[in-house]
């Protein structure tokens, strides 16, 4: 198992940034993909993006590509979110998730084992 605590959510105008960060401690980082969901009230809870073990491999959800970047820190057990250009559409919670499995759809929220507590994110026009 892995615990995850996210920071660095916040608000924010259009067309700014945030970066948000998820650190993690228990199980061997390093050999673990992470993701990043998002979830509006009275809706399902969707992939922002996910990457790999060793960071080379990366999933981005249409609406974020070019503005959105997923990194990870193995020796620190970082992993982080960086939001450019921000639309109040992407206004959410937003949370970070792990699984040590692979060879999986990394967009199924059911695919993942340990989850974060969630961070409120909101963009305003």
């Known amino acids: 198992q892995v615990q995850l605590v996210e920071s660095g959510g916040g608000s924010v105008q259009a067309g700014g940034s945030l970066r948000l960060s998820c650190a993690g401690s228990?199980?061997?980082?390093?050999?673990?993909?992470m993701a990043w969901f998002r979830q509006v009230p009275g809706k399902e809870r969707t992939i922002v993006g996910a990457i790999g073990w060793i960071g080379s491999s990366t999933y981005y959800t249409d609406s974020v590509k070019g503005r959105f970047t997923i990194s990870r820190d193995n020796a620190k057990n970082t992993f982080s979110l960086q939001m450019n250009s921000l639309k109040p559409e992407d206004t959410a919670v937003y949370y970070c998730?792990?699984?040590?499995?692979?060879?999986?759809?990394?967009?199924?929220?059911?695919?993942?084992?340990?989850w974060g507590q969630g961070t409120q994110v909101t963009v305003s026009s």
């Open positions: 228990g199980r061997t980082f390093s050999r673990t993909t």
């Open positions: 998730a792990a699984t040590p499995k692979v060879g999986i759809d990394v967009t199924s929220r059911l695919n993942y084992d340990d």
